[in-house]
């Protein structure tokens, strides 16, 4: 059965990969599984026939056979449970990666965001420039946390896991904020997944996307 991911057509990433296909388009690259991909219009997003497969009209959607799938997260673990390459054999490793994934998502991500939202939205309110020093103290408190717990090991808990790729994609949403330059440890872990082959391929698909949507100069 062929696997069918929804991306941007046109991505406000600037084909930087920030975008959550991305992370799909990893996992599926490194479980050694083949996809397609449907671009879709921010239009076409909010229209009934997409939004019965991804009920919030955000993407990725993913599709295989008479499954549908939302939220790159379950997504990702679908994929590492049902491939290889993404999920430790062992138990209580699993458990751990899968804890890892949550982490990254829940506790990680979620002032990230918070943090991006003024950015996007909120330049011009009067509040803007004394919130947004809260925000980045939010997330320095959880990247503290995160060097403290990575220390000197390559990946988060021995072998790299779907639990490193989320944690290396929410982490690059950080890239030129000035917030990671403290913390060389997750400087480096970053680059570490970034050269992954897999990352690699991945991220060259989505650009290529950028590229040919002519947003590229």
Same mark, same amino acid.
């Given at each position: #059965?062929?696997?069918?991911?929804?991306? *941007?057509?046109?991505?406000?990433?600037?084909?930087?990969?920030?975008?959550?296909?991305?992370?799909?388009? &990893?996992?599926?690259?490194?479980?050694?599984?083949?996809?397609?991909?449907?671009?879709?219009?921010?239009?076409?997003?909010?229209?009934?026939? /997409?939004?019965?497969?991804?009920? *919030?009209?955000?993407?990725?959607? /993913?599709?295989?056979?008479?499954?549908?799938?939302?939220?790159?997260?379950?997504?990702?673990?679908?994929?590492?449970?049902?491939?290889?390459?993404?999920?430790?054999?062992?138990?209580?490793?699993?458990?751990?990666?899968? @804890? &890892?994934?949550? @982490?990254?998502?829940?506790?990680?991500?979620?002032?990230?965001?918070? +943090?991006?939202?003024?950015?996007?939205?909120?330049?011009?309110?009067?509040? /803007?420039?004394?919130?947004?020093?809260?925000?980045?103290? +939010?997330?320095?408190?959880?990247?503290?946390?995160?060097?403290?717990?990575?220390?000197?090991?390559? &990946?988060?808990?021995?072998? *790299?896991?779907?639990?490193?790729?989320? #944690?290396?994609?929410?982490?690059?949403?950080?890239?030129?904020?000035?917030?990671?330059?403290? /913390?060389?440890?997750?400087?480096?872990?970053?680059?570490?997944?970034?050269?992954?082959? @897999?990352?690699?391929?991945?991220?060259?698909?989505?650009?290529?996307?950028?590229?040919?949507?002519?947003?590229?100069?």
């Amino acid at each position: #059965m062929t696997i069918t991911i929804s991306a *941007f057509e046109r991505s406000p990433d600037g084909g930087q990969g920030m975008a959550r296909d991305m992370r799909v388009r &990893w996992a599926l690259e490194e479980a050694g599984q083949p996809y397609q991909v449907r671009l879709l219009s921010f239009e076409a997003l909010k229209e009934p026939g /997409y939004k019965a497969l991804q009920p *919030f009209g955000q993407i990725p959607a /993913y599709e295989e056979g008479d499954l549908v799938l939302f939220e790159s997260g379950a997504i990702i673990l679908h994929i590492a449970e049902r491939h290889g390459g993404l999920l430790p054999e062992d138990p209580n490793a699993r458990a751990r990666a899968i @804890a &890892w994934m949550f @982490a990254a998502l829940n506790t990680v991500e979620q002032p990230i965001v918070e +943090r991006e939202i003024p950015e996007y939205l909120e330049r011009d309110k009067s509040w /803007y420039e004394a919130r947004m020093p809260l925000l980045d103290e +939010r997330v320095d408190h959880r990247l503290g946390e995160l060097s403290i717990r990575l220390g000197d090991v390559e &990946w988060l808990d021995g072998a *790299f896991s779907a639990g490193d790729l989320l #944690m290396v994609t929410v982490l690059r949403r950080l890239i030129g904020s000035g917030l990671l330059e403290r /913390y060389p440890n997750l400087v480096a872990y970053i680059a570490r997944g970034e050269a992954r082959p @897999a990352y690699q391929r991945a991220f060259a698909d989505q650009l290529e996307v950028f590229k040919q949507s002519g947003q590229a100069d």
